[in-house]
């Protein structure tokens, strides 16, 4: 890992490339306070579904679709399944899918480094959490920097539009379930997806949980919250092998977008997912430089 200076307040830095507030901040703060107002209007067992059931289905858009097909390409699919993933990723309020990959694209290319557009190190903790989010100076998408998927027209009329399928969304859960099922089924889980994601990029760079790689940044895995999302907070091994759609590496890493990846495999719906292979090739290495120490052993003791 290099050198990096000490987490510490900028946030001031961060304020000035945030500000002045428009209506970014207004729609994200707004849907905050609905998810708090759960704790007026009561738990229900209803609501605690439709939270669960509306992070988890759409996270998955996120985490398969956003981050490992779109930002990394590690596996391949068809166009209309591409279509789908973007489609199913924008239901996430996280912006279109070329928005998302380009920008994350940015983050590997100069991870913790102060070209990085979200590095606790230099912009400080709560900007790279969800400071550079609301940074009115990211609002467009850079089309040269995602140019394979630029190419695609329906691509990027979701990108421009992506607040369509969003709406259409929360409106479908007022509409069928009422106030319940937005405040729960769309701000709560919306809430819990931004800050899932605001995490890996805060969080995950910072300090706590493990590293198995020593990459030139500061990624680290946390093993609960790797869970949670879905398999994108083993993100230490992310960084060391950014192309693979495998994030958990050991069986006890537990990996859901990586299972459902393999598992729409089976059906011909995604194929040519990428493995972990430099990891498998050093681990395989290893394990050849253990079994050859072992079998040499054997052959001196039975001399
Ligand atoms: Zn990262
Ligand atoms: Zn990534």
Redo the contacts with the bound molecule.
């Keep these: 890992m290099q050198d990096l200076p000490p987490i510490q307040s900028r946030e001031m830095m961060g304020l000035k490339d945030i500000l002045p507030i428009n209506h970014l901040h207004v729609i994200y703060i707004a849907i905050h306070l609905v998810a708090l107002s759960i704790v007026w209007s009561g738990f229900t067992w209803l609501g605690v579904s439709l939270c669960l059931v509306s992070y988890f289905g759409r996270h998955l858009g996120l985490v398969a679709g956003y981050h490992r097909y779109f930002a990394h390409r590690s596996f391949k699919t068809s166009r209309l399944m591409q279509f789908f993933l973007a489609l199913h990723g924008s239901l996430c309020a996280e912006r279109g899918p070329l928005w998302w990959g380009q920008t994350h694209r940015l983050?590997?290319r100069y991870?913790d480094t102060p070209n990085d557009i979200h590095s606790p190190y230099y912009q400080g903790f709560l900007y790279s959490h969800s400071g550079w989010f609301l940074n009115h100076k990211f609002l467009k998408t850079n089309y040269e920097q995602i140019p394979e998927f630029a190419k695609f027209p329906e691509l990027v009329w979701l990108d421009r539009f992506n607040m369509i399928p969003l709406f259409t969304f929360a409106a479908s859960m007022f509409y069928f379930f009422g106030w319940e099922g937005f405040a729960w089924g769309f701000c709560l889980s919306t809430v819990m997806i931004w800050h899932t994601t605001h995490t890996?990029?805060s969080l995950?760079?910072c300090f706590g949980g493990y590293r198995n790689f020593q990459t030139s940044?500061s990624?680290r895995n946390f093993w609960l919250f790797g869970v949670i999302a879905l398999g994108d907070g083993f993100?230490n091994n992310?960084?060391y092998e950014p192309s693979s759609a495998r994030h958990g590496f050991v069986w006890w890493e537990i990996d859901i977008a990586w299972y459902i990846l393999k598992f729409l495999s089976w059906f011909g719906l995604v194929w040519e997912l990428k493995t972990p292979k430099k990891w498998m090739k050093n681990k395989s290495s290893n394990l050849d430089k253990v079994l050859d120490k072992v079998t040499k052993n054997d052959a001196s003791s039975g001399e």
Excluded: A
């Design positions: 983050h590997h991870s890996i990029q995950c760079h940044d990624s993100h992310h960084h």
